[in-house]
């Protein structure tokens, strides 16, 4: 194994001086030195990074292709030799063109990221709306504590049970804090005079929310809350112009008292919007600005932060290959969750960006492959019995030299015979009816499945028979007796008849109907 290992050495140590010499490598060079390894493991990161260092880049055409040519008019760009169809490689292509961070520049993104969230939640803290808000779920909180948890965003060591009771504590008596500091606001009046007063209230205020840290989700509700509000007095002050405008023309002191009427209701609903989001329509303009500016901030990091780990993300979803999804699907789900790793970061704790990031792609790719790559569905708990179980009985394999018996598995598994039984049934992946059969794949497994429903050919054989019998022997008697037992039987249409049914039809007694049956 070690003798391997220092070969793959090696190999890739002579692709990078050969890189160096020409400046680039082909795809084809990369993916044979790699083998089943590509994207897979701390050496292909390694000679990603070795190659930023060296500015080698990776071409997706044969040599061939990439040889300037002699022949005067055969010359053709290399852009467009470089051309590939396959998806795969054209994103590892674009995926190999960006740099991989370094601790310091995950801190430095991580500290935008944290600027431009700071930027959000300082614009919203100074608004009425979410002090009502969080003012409203405080009755909620105390009895409902997944309200608490959806609401707040909490770090790992908060949420156990001793300690998520004491932060639940900490934030209502915070929430009791801004419940009173808006009591005594209010009682301030709102005129210029007052401004510096009622200015130390809104930031003891806003320090106190922002200390709350409201969930990313929440923010965004709130956000498209003071949008919806903004628009609405975008209207009303449009409003507010057109009726100003119609009073300099209007005529008649009927008309121009119905105007002023109208006016005073625009400036009546104006007052009750500024009053509820507790900014006037410059002030609101002004906060969704500074939302906006740090929400492009905290993005564009993000985006960095995310761009510059795909590589990770291609190296996990290459272990989970043929388990039931395509290999883009998983580099799909692994990019979902290195977002969410994104926005769970904390840089402060010292962790390396990818190590944390490591087991939320791992999260993301093993629950997609649980909810998807099966027709029926299994639970996620149960797949990882099944793998344990696959773990356990090829360890058995390579003990005893043959397949392990049920009672062995369940043995090393500590768990009874039964269960193993049906770990064993439900792992088992269903069969198409439409799967073909036999060397000219002419028929199909559904061709040789009976069919409950229809009536085996014996029988048929049996019944014909029997009716050819019958009728034969019906023959034998006269066409009133045929007829009675007909009837009697149901042989003709099935149907049996009561002994004073077939009286009622003949006009005779049951005594007489009964003789001629018995005969």
Not at 5 to 12: G, S, W
Not at 109 to 138: D, F, M
Not at 206 to 223: A, F, G, T, W
């Amino acid at each position: 194994m070690a003798s391997e290992h220092k070969y793959q050495k090696d190999e890739i140590s002579q692709l990078l001086s050969k890189g160096r010499k020409q400046g680039y490598l082909l795809f084809d060079e990369v993916d044979k030195t790699f083998h089943e390894e590509l994207a897979s493991g701390e050496n292909f990161d390694e000679f990603l990074s070795s190659m930023d260092d060296y500015g080698i880049k990776i071409l997706g055409a044969k040599r061939a292709d990439v040889a300037p040519q002699k022949r005067k008019g055969d010359q053709v760009s290399v852009h467009v030799l470089d051309r590939t169809t396959d998806p795969v490689k054209l994103y590892l292509r674009e995926m190999g063109s960006i740099s991989l961070l370094t601790r310091e520049g995950e801190i430095a993104i991580a500290r935008e990221i944290e600027r431009g969230e700071k930027s959000i939640i300082k614009a919203l803290s100074k608004t009425r709306l979410v002090l009502n808000q969080v003012l409203a779920l405080e009755e909620q909180i105390k009895i409902n504590l997944l309200i608490f948890l959806e609401m707040f965003d909490l770090s790992d060591e908060e949420i156990t049970e001793d300690k998520l009771e004491e932060k639940k504590k900490e934030v209502l008596g915070k929430i009791k804090k801004i419940r009173d500091l808006c009591r005594r606001l209010d009682k301030i009046p709102t005129s210029k005079k007052y401004y510096f007063a009622r200015g130390r209230y809104i930031v003891q205020m806003s320090r106190l929310v922002r200390e709350l840290n409201i969930r990313p989700s929440e923010r965004e509700k709130i956000i498209d809350s003071l949008r919806a509000h903004l628009r609405q007095i975008n209207e009303l002050e449009d409003t507010k112009e057109e009726l100003t405008l119609a009073q300099a023309r209007v005529r008649g002191k009927k008309n121009a008292e119905l105007l002023k009427q109208k006016l005073q209701e625009v400036n009546r609903q104006c007052r009750v919007y500024h009053k509820e989001i507790g900014l006037d329509f410059q002030g609101l303009r002004k906060t969704l600005r500074a939302i906006t500016t740090g929400k492009k901030v905290s993005d564009q990091a993000k985006k960095e932060l995310v761009a510059a780990n795909l590589r990770l993300v291609v190296s996990i979803a290459k272990k989970y290959s043929n388990r039931g999804l395509q290999f883009l699907d998983l580099i799909q789900e692994g990019n979902m969750g290195l977002m969410k790793a994104v926005d769970k970061f904390e840089y402060r704790r010292g962790y390396k960006f990818s190590t944390y990031a490591t087991w939320w792609i791992r999260q993301a790719i093993t629950r997609a492959i649980a909810d998807q790559a099966r027709t029926i569905r299994i639970p996620v708990h149960m797949i990882e019995t099944i793998n344990k179980l696959i773990r356990i009985s090829r360890g058995l394999v390579q003990e005893v030299g043959r397949e392990p018996s049920n009672e062995e598995i369940a043995k090393k598994m500590d768990m009874p015979v039964v269960k193993v039984r049906k770990i064993i049934k439900i792992a088992q992946e269903p069969i198409s009816l439409e799967t073909p059969i036999g060397e000219e794949e002419d028929s199909h497994l559904g061709d040789f499945i009976e069919d409950k429903l229809m009536p085996s050919p014996p029988d048929t054989v049996i019944h014909i028979n029997l009716r050819e019998q019958i009728e034969e022997a019906l023959k034998s008697l006269t066409e009133r007796e045929a007829k009675v037992l007909k009837m009697r039987f149901g042989l003709g249409d099935g149907n049996e008849h009561t002994l004073e049914e077939v009286g009622q039809q003949f006009k005779v007694t049951r005594e007489r109907i009964r003789q001629i049956e018995a005969k």
